[in-house]
């Protein structure tokens, strides 16, 4: 009944969203950001860059031509920019579903309905699981390539816990006003309240979907800009 939204917004910005959504891209290596010097570390190597456009690359200082130095710099700026970028947005969207969802719950159920404090409790779960791919430091930030499936399976696993629990509320929740209400078919009722409330989500996701989309396309598209620049450089110091 809820899977359209928490799977659909919750999990795809909290997993898919920081990785290779359908991307021709899938990254290989860890990326430190840090004041001093931005590290690309893993599968391709190891890429040492200052902000000045000094470059490491597997423990060897490389003289630079001019041509060579401004890609080092626009390189390490684009990772600067493009993962804060990525994370932030991932997050908003986060966001933007809670509220969401919270409103829906409290349209349909009330303000007091045990609902809020699980899907609460969902979010803040899955912002954990997200610094598990964009590691939050006090010098910068952290990217962890390999988080990312870990992450996806994890959080799938979290939003089905939740889902059942949310279930298990509404019904519930809205047996027990329908008892309450005194009508004549208490099962009639619930079965309606909760068709209401699967109507009310379906929506809400079909207005958030084609962001959701977009999102995950503009991420692609710094993803694989990204790595060209990696390769470029790279393939210079060679």
């Excluded at 499936?149 to 889902?163: C, E, F, K, S």
Aim: net charge positive.
């Amino acid at each position: 009944m809820i899977r359209h939204v928490f799977t659909g917004a919750m999990l795809f910005v909290a997993a898919q969203a920081h990785a290779d959504y359908q991307c021709s891209v899938n990254p290989k290596d860890d990326v430190v950001i840090k004041a001093r010097h931005v590290q690309v570390v893993g599968e391709n190597g190891n890429l040492v860059i200052s902000p000045s456009g000094d470059v490491q690359f597997n423990g060897k200082q490389h003289t630079l031509s001019a041509a060579q130095r401004q890609l080092a710099v626009s390189y390490q700026q684009s990772l600067r920019s493009d993962l804060p970028w990525i994370d932030n947005g991932a997050r908003s969207r986060v966001d933007k579903s809670r509220v969401a969802l919270d409103n829906i719950i409290t349209q349909q159920m009330g303000a007091s309905s045990n609902m809020h404090s699980r899907l609460k409790k969902l979010d803040k779960q899955l912002k954990e699981q997200m610094n598990r791919i964009i590691e939050h430091r006090e010098d910068g930030l952290t990217f962890h390539y390999k988080g990312v499936d870990q992450v996806r399976a994890d959080g799938q696993q979290l939003i089905n816990q939740a889902m059942g629990g949310i279930l298990q509320d509404s019904i519930n929740e809205m047996g027990a006003k329908a008892v309450l209400g005194g009508g004549s078919n208490p099962l009639q009722s619930v079965l309606g309240n909760l068709g209401g409330m699967q109507s009310a989500i379906q929506d809400e996701w079909k207005n958030q979907e084609k962001d959701f989309e977009q999102f995950g396309r503009d991420v692609c598209s710094r993803v694989v800009s990204l790595e060209n620049q990696r390769t470029k450089l790279v393939s210079g110091l060679k």
